[in-house]
Each structure stands twice: as C-alpha cells, then as structure tokens.
C-alpha cells in the first residue's frame, strides 16, 4: 500500500494536524489542500499543495493532476477579489519543503511601486515577506485575508465556458 504521509514533513505534519500553520488550512478538494504559506507574512500568500506526500508534479496521479487546473483557477480568482492582486504569481520550486506544493500569491499595485515585478519581484517579495517571527498585526492580517479567501472559495462556483 502506497504511504500517504511522511512522518519527516512539514507540510504533511500540518496536514494531519500534528502542527499548525498561520491562517490554518483555508480549503480542500479531494486530492489538494490550501494554506497561508508558511513563514510568510503577506496576506493571500497561500500554498496549493497536495494531501499526499509526493515531491514532483510527474508523481500525480490522473485524477490529482485534473483537479489542479481547477483548484488553481479559483484560488487565482479568489486572491485576485480578496487582495485586489493585478497579477497572481504561481511557481513551484521544492529546494525547501520538498513536498509538492506551489506558492500562489498576490503582485499587487503596491508590491509593483515598492519592488517591482517578476523574476526580480518574487526574489525580493520572497525575502521581504519570509519572517521567523510573526508580529500580532501579521497574523492577524493573515487571518482576516485567510478567512476571505475561503469564504470566496466556498461560494464560488467554478467559472465555466460554453
Ligand atoms: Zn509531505
């Protein structure tokens, strides 16, 4: 039988319950969970990841790679309504948190103003908004954005073309 979790990863510790992220686990499908990314304090700064432990996008299965295409468009659309985002950002890179998962996040106005956008963009947001310590404010707007986005995402059908 294929194992599901693996006991040394953070994503699925915070899966199971075993640990707990900011903002919380923010919606779910069948094969694929969303959650405030870890260590990040910009608010809508989610991670689409999967409810299994698998590390590469040629691990997914058929059903878990149809229901990606899906998850991705309304969580774009959902932190496009709840942040105003002019652009949202989806990459997947693994060097850190090897389990699958994608950074989905917000380029605002403001973010194009103060850093710019981008490769150049996604280097500094990653660094500016990466912190060890989570002020009261940061966690707070974490959790105010969290919490509009899975509202967004439990009413929202998705959008269909005819
Ligand atoms: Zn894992």
């Known amino acids: 039988m294929e194992k599901k979790i693996n006991d040394s990863c953070i994503s699925c510790s915070y899966t199971t319950g075993k640990d707990q992220s900011v903002g919380g686990q923010i919606y779910a499908t069948q094969h694929w969970i969303v959650e405030h990314a870890f260590g990040m304090s910009l608010p809508g700064f989610l991670i ?17 790679a149809r229901e990606m295409g899906m998850v991705l ?31 989905v996040f917000p380029r605002t106005a403001a973010v194009r103003r103060q850093i710019g956008i981008g490769p150049k ?42």
């Open 73 to 103: 468009q309304k969580v774009t659309s959902a932190i496009r309504f709840v942040t105003g985002a002019q652009k949202v950002y989806i990459l997947k890179f693994g060097e850190g948190v090897r389990h699958l998962h994608f950074w």
């Open 121 to 162: 963009a996604v280097a500094l947001i990653s660094k500016q908004y990466k912190v060890g310590d989570m002020t009261a404010q940061n966690i707070k707007a974490i959790g105010r954005t969290a919490k509009a986005i899975q509202i967004f995402l439990n009413k929202k059908k998705t959008r269909t073309t005819t």
């Open 48 to 64: 689409l990841k999967t409810k299994r432990h698998i590390e590469e996008a040629d691990e997914l299965h058929p059903a878990e």
